[in-house]
Structures are given as structure tokens and as C-alpha cells.
T-cell receptor, first 112, second 113 residues
Framework: KAGVTQTPRYLIKTRGQQVTLSCSPISGHRSVSWYQQTPGQGLQFLFEYFSETQRNKGNFPGRFSGRQFSNSRSEMNVSTLELGDSALYLC???????????FGDGTRLSIL | KQEVTQIPAALSVPEGENLVLNCSFTDSAIYNLQWFRQDPGKGLTSLLLIQSSQREQTSGRLNASLDKSSGRSTLYIAASQPGDSATYLCAGTWGTSYDKVIFGPGTSLSVIP
């Protein structure tokens, strides 16, 4: 069974640009969550999608947004990139809320 | 507000040694606690999940305990191996939704051959 797949693995952008990251969950998993990991702040919850609806959102500005498609694949978008957005962005999927999450290997985003 | 801390931030041990990683949390009304392993540049791999009604969980050379009253969890690794070198994170959950998951900063473990 394929795991959680995140693309691209690495991305370099400049300030002011926007970026879209993609996550394909494990087959049958309908919940997809996104996390930001930085050395200073650690792992922080961004948002969770279930059946194409955002169910929970962390404490991040509106520049961070996401969506989920009918096949459960999810994308997250960050607009007007700032230097502080440089991080490892992790996606996790689960069958449903409250169940153990399975993580992808992340997208390493670097802002120049 | 719930907080999760892990001390020490880094640990280096010789191969074969038994070791304990510590995790502390501030709210005893914890729903469950999970230990993860993260290799450099990789995502998180779940190791053990302890529900609030449980005291410990075991998997192979790993044993995790949970003491809600003292706000502590420990991950015991027996007979450490160089392949155990990684960052270990604990995460406490105070509800069924994922926005209620709080991750610790992690302990970076190096097992020296």
C-alpha cells in the first residue's frame, strides 16, 4: 500500500511569490492535515480537511490556505511568501478524525 | 494552554546502552500521547500510541509509559543500535481533532558504534 506522497520534495522561491504544495493520502484515507515544521517553532498544525471541507485551522495568517479534492488529494497554497515561511511542510492522512495519522516525507520550502 | 516539553534536546550514547527519553506536558486531561521518530529530511513515523486509560505500550525494544498525574511520559529504548539515531518527538492530544495535538520539540539521539 503506497504511503502519503508529497510533491515537490524541494522548492525554492523568492519573497512575494506564491507556492502550491501537493499531498496524496493513503488510499481510503479521507482526512488530510498539514503541518509546518521549523527549528524555532517546531511542528505546528496548519489545517485539516475531510471530505473536501476544512474542519480545523491552526493559528496561521490567511496567506496560508488549502483545499481537498473529491479523491482526497489535497493542496496547500501560500501567497505573498515571506522569509519566515521557509520550513518543512508535512502532510498527514488518516481514515478519520481521532485515528492515527500517517505522515509524508514533506516538502522543503526555502525562501530567498 | 497545553504545552509539551522534551529534555534533553540532544543525547549521545554508546551502542548497546539502554536509554530513556523524557516528555512532559502541562494538562493532565490528556486524551492520548504518541511517540514519533523523524529521520533527517523525512516525515514522522509513529512508534507508540498510549491512550489516556493506559499506563504503557510496548513494541519490540521500545516501551512507552504515561503518568497523567505527574504530566510525564517516557520512551525506553533497550539495547540501542546505530540505526536508532534519529529525532524522537512526543505529541499530546487533548481532544479528538488534530488541532488539539501539541508536539514537543524533540530529542535528537545519536547512538555511537
Amino acid at each position: 500500500k503506497a504511503g502519503v506522497t508529497q510533491t515537490p520534495r524541494y522548492l525554492i522561491k523568492t519573497r512575494g511569490q506564491q507556492v502550491t504544495l501537493s499531498c496524496s493520502p493513503i488510499s481510503g484515507h479521507r482526512s488530510v492535515s498539514w503541518y509546518q515544521q521549523t527549528p524555532g517553532q517546531g511542528l505546528q498544525f496548519l489545517f485539516e480537511y475531510f471530505s473536501e471541507t476544512q474542519r480545523n485551522k491552526g493559528n496561521f495568517p490567511g496567506r496560508f490556505s488549502g483545499r481537498q479534492f473529491s479523491n482526497s488529494r489535497s493542496e496547500m497554497n501560500v501567497s505573498t511568501l515571506e522569509l519566515g515561511d521557509s520550513a518543512l511542510y508535512l502532510c498527514a492522512s488518516s481514515v478519520r478524525q481521532g485515528q492515527p495519522q500517517h505522515f509524508g516525507d514533506g516538502t522543503r520550502l526555502s525562501i530567498l | 494552554k497545553q504545552e509539551v516539553t522534551q529534555i534533553p534536546a540532544a543525547l549521545s550514547v554508546p551502542e548497546g546502552e539502554n536509554l530513556v527519553l523524557n516528555c512532559s506536558f502541562t494538562d493532565s486531561a490528556i486524551y492520548n500521547l504518541q511517540w514519533f521518530r523523524q529521520d533527517p529530511g523525512k516525515g514522522l513515523t509513529s512508534l507508540l500510541l498510549i491512550q489516556s486509560s493506559q499506563r504503557e505500550q510496548t513494541s519490540g525494544r521500545l516501551n512507552a509509559s504515561l503518568d497523567k498525574s505527574s504530566g510525564r511520559s517516557t520512551l525506553y529504548i533497550a539495547a540501542s543500535q546505530p540505526g536508532d539515531s534519529a529525532t524522537y518527538l512526543c505529541a499530546g492530544t487533548w481532544g479528538t481533532s488534530y488541532d488539539k495535538v501539541i508536539f514537543g520539540p524533540g530529542t535528537s539521539l545519536s547512538v555511537i558504534p
